[in-house]
C-alpha cells in the first residue's frame, strides 16, 4: 500500500506564491508517475502536472510557465512550486501516485489540500 500527505495549501492573493508537498510512504517502489491533480468548484478533476521516475514533466497548457513539479528522491516527496497564481487556479489540490501494471493503472490519492487565489 501506498500512502500520500499533502501539505502546503492556503489562501493566497492573485499573483501570489504556494508550494506543495506530498510525501510518499509505503511500497513506493513501483510509483510511476508521481503527480498534481485539483478539482474547481463545480468542474471535473484536471490534471496540473507529473513527473515520471525518469524525471520527465508534464503539464496542464494553464499552468505551463507558472507551475515547476519536482522531486526529493531521498524524501519521498514531490513539490508543486505554484507563481503567478490566478483566481482561476483555485482549488482542492490532490497528490496522486500511479502504477502501471501491464495494461491497467493503479492510483492511489492524498486527502487534497484547498487552494484558493482571492484578494
Known sequence: QVQLVE????LVQPGGSLRLS???SGNIGS???MGWY???PGKQRELVADITRAGRTNY???VKGRFTISKDNAKNTVY???NSLKPEDTAVYFCNAGRVVGDTRYDVWGQGTQVTVSS
Open 7 to 10: 501539505s502546503g495549501g492556503g
Open 22 to 24: 506530498c510525501v510518499a
Open 31 to 33: 510509483i510511476n508517475p
Open 38 to 40: 485539483r478539482r474547481a
Open 60 to 62: 496542464h497548457i494553464s
Open 80 to 82: 508543486l512550486q505554484m
